[in-house]
């Protein structure tokens, strides 16, 4: 099936997370994308994050399928030269090598876009051009959720927490993504190439937005709750008497009533003075979680739910990844690695039918010899 994107050339300087992030999507969308690896035998340092994907590294072999990899040495003049050659005839450049990497190098993208106009290049950073001493500052991903103030939200009361998965990198590719096909767009009416920037601090303080207004509007600072809601309740996870967990969302005044009836069997507590109002019921968390766990933890899990239901209130079984494994609603790919094929979930998206024809992730320098046959002087 014919996709988007299959009439461009990515080539990309990449390693860790965020910038393979983007190139995976446009890989999956039909770009073809040459992977520079670095030339010193073990490439992307992705590559030995883990050994948990037929002994490869589950985070490469995740966000790389659908690529070629080429081992290149940009100091090396012969390859450089090769470099330029693809990047004449690139569509997409996109580096996150660390701050200033480039332009020492001579490939910095106001020049690269000098030499090759339709070009659109993509720099992914830490902290964007805050300049000292931030230039300067590591910023893999556990340091930025630190750095950006999203752990002072996340977690127990008692100890600041780490969001599970590398949301930073994540969301900064995702960010990266859309930008690029917005300078595509408009390549496709001016004719020219424009410069893309994301940086891993920018895309976190973005999406928090809501604590930091709270706190500069209201003096307010949410708490840390682990698996309450801050500013509602009840929206939190409540036991059943198997010791199961699951988590319950009341959004509106009907639902808390409706909750009150069903669920708790109880339809005056709804009225109760300190329980009446949603800002009520956060004022006295400790007394109304009280109130609904000394009825869940009596319900079996079946029970728990069927009242659930019953009531039409929103709730999620607090699941664990070996029920995420058989979750009925997990779709799934099956691609290819050097080492056989695996299955891993299926991107978020579907456009038109639902695929899986998705290419295979490359070995290290795989297509090296043939790039370099292609793009040869």
């Not at 332009?103 to 000098?114: F, I, M, V, Y």
């Not at 994540?170 to 595509?184: M, R």
């Not at 669920?263 to 956060?282: I, S, Y």
């Amino acid at each position: 099936m014919s996709q988007p994107l299959s009439d461009l050339l990515v080539v990309s300087l990449e390693q860790a997370v965020a910038a393979p992030h983007l190139t995976s999507r446009m890989a999956d969308a039909g770009a073809r994308v040459i992977k520079l690896e670095r030339a010193d035998g073990g490439g992307d340092f992705a590559r030995g994050y883990d050994q948990h994907a037929h002994g490869q590294s589950s985070f490469f072999v995740w966000l790389n399928r659908g690529k070629e990899s080429l081992a290149i040495d940009i100091k090396q003049p012969d390859d450089l030269a090769l470099l330029h050659r693809l990047l004449a005839k690139a569509d997409v450049w996109v580096q996150n090598l660390a701050p200033g990497a480039m332009e020492r190098a001579g490939l910095g993208s106001a020049t690269l876009r000098e030499k090759y106009p339709r070009l659109i290049t993509v720099d992914i950073s830490g902290y964007g051009d805050a300049g000292p001493p931030y230039d300067e500052m590591k910023a893999y991903d556990l340091l930025v959720q630190a750095e950006s103030g999203l752990t002072s939200i996340t977690g127990s009361a008692d100890e600041p927490g780490r969001v599970g998965v590398s949301i930073c990198d994540l969301t900064t590719g995702l960010n990266a993504y859309t930008a690029v096909l917005e300078a595509l767009i408009e390549r496709g009416v001016t004719g020219k190439g424009s410069g893309v920037k994301a940086s891993l601090f920018a895309s976190l303080a973005d999406w928090l937005s809501a604590p930091l207004m709270a706190y500069e509007q209201s003096n307010v600072i949410w708490p840390r709750n682990a698996l309450r809601h801050p500013i509602m309740c009840p929206y939190g996870a409540f036991s059943a008497s198997d010791g199961s967990k699951t988590l319950v969302a009341c959004q509106a005044e009907r639902e808390w009533h409706r909750f009150c009836e069903h669920v708790l069997q109880d339809k005056g507590f709804a009225d109760h003075p300190e329980a009446a109002l949603n800002v009520k019921r956060v004022e006295n968390r400790a007394f109304v979680e009280g109130k609904i766990e000394s009825v869940t933890s009596q319900l079996s899990r079946d029970e728990f739910h069927a009242r659930l239901r019953k009531a039409d209130i929103a709730f999620g079984a607090v699941n664990t990844m070996p029920e995420l494994s058989v979750h009925g609603a997990l779709r799934r790919i099956t691609v290819g690695t050097p080492n056989g094929p695996i299955t891993y979930p299926a991107p978020p998206t579907i456009r038109g039918e639902a695929r899986d024809d998705y290419g295979p992730s490359p070995a290290y320098d795989e297509h090296g010899a043939t790039i370099r046959e292609e793009f040869s002087a």
